[in-house]
């Protein structure tokens, strides 16, 4: 039954990642995967958000009521997104634009809520710290994944840092359907069912 | 009623705790964002403005208190002295409120240098052209500063975008108030000019 340290990590990586298999945090997914870059960033925020607050909120279920642990999970949350969102204005300030509105959304981003819920109100300091941890890069994998074909079809570069880099050559034909929110769910929905198909037993 | 009273004290613990640290957090990073917004929403517009000046005008900027408002100004040098300024400022009457304008003036020739806008809430393609379409913005170079700045309209010199004379205005509006500031502050800004020299 109880899974081993190593097994807490990897499974965020493919048996637990969010948006493909636990079908999670479906609407930052949507919509920020124009541009690799935006992918990046909006993963490393939720990767720290997921971590600090499971390991916060892990280090405090025994002093949480259960009749209030929600609105205790909302507030450390919501502490950890805000500091996200002061840190990244401060520091990477065009990415803290093109990202907008969704980095407080991270606050309601129901993977955060549900490790939360689901994983470090009942598991010990540790655990939880690898869990988080696992089910961020997850997440940010997915995202630069979903990107980066979004992007790549889209506009036929790729943008990892500030600077988009030419990868189809000129006579490729930008396929702008695939950057557009339409073309969004179509990336995903066959990335879905490429990932069913390929862990299928 | 034990029970209530840990939920009251667990759930007032961690807002307070949440509440000072955020707090904290905001006031370490407070002159960081200041300075990226400096660098990324105005930058722009004011280097745009002072093309071709051999300094780095945001970096050299010092503010000056008119009554209760501190105003921020931007300097340029040219020709190796510090003879121009940037001032923001904020045009009401836009389509979608007020337009926020930078205005560069050049203080040995009472004249504009250029401006440029920074913020703005207007209808993409129309009013947004402000932003967009340099030929609206050039019209601002090298006009005196005696008189206020109006669309031909109003009987003026300046040809409204079409189809967004109300961003036209504000526009004007803006940069006719960044002429009333300098003028009214002309003194004391000149001798802060000097204090650039090198």
Redesign the interface.
Known sequence: MAKSLTQEFVKGLWDEVPPFRLVLGLCPTLAVTKAVENGIGMGVATTFVLVFSNILISSMRN???S??RI??FI??I??FV??AE??M???T??LF?KLGIFIPLIVVNCIILGRAEAFASKRGVFRSFLDGLGIGIGFTLSLVALAAVRELLGTGSLTFWVKPIQILGPSFKPFSFMVEAPGAFVALGLMLCIMNLAGRK | MREMIKMVVVLTVLCLFSGGLLAAIKNKTKERIKLQLLEYVKGPAVRTIFEGASNDPIADRFDLKEGDIVRNFFVGVFEGKPRALAIETFGKGGYGGDVGLMVGIDTKEDKLIGVGVTTHSETPGMGARAETDPSFVTQFKNLSLKEPFKVTQDGGSINALSGATLTSRAVCAAATDASKIYQQLKPQLIEKLKEFEK
């Open positions: 002093v949480i009521p009749k209030v609105a205790s507030v450390i919501a502490t805000t500091i002061l840190l204005q401060a520091y300030y065009p634009k």
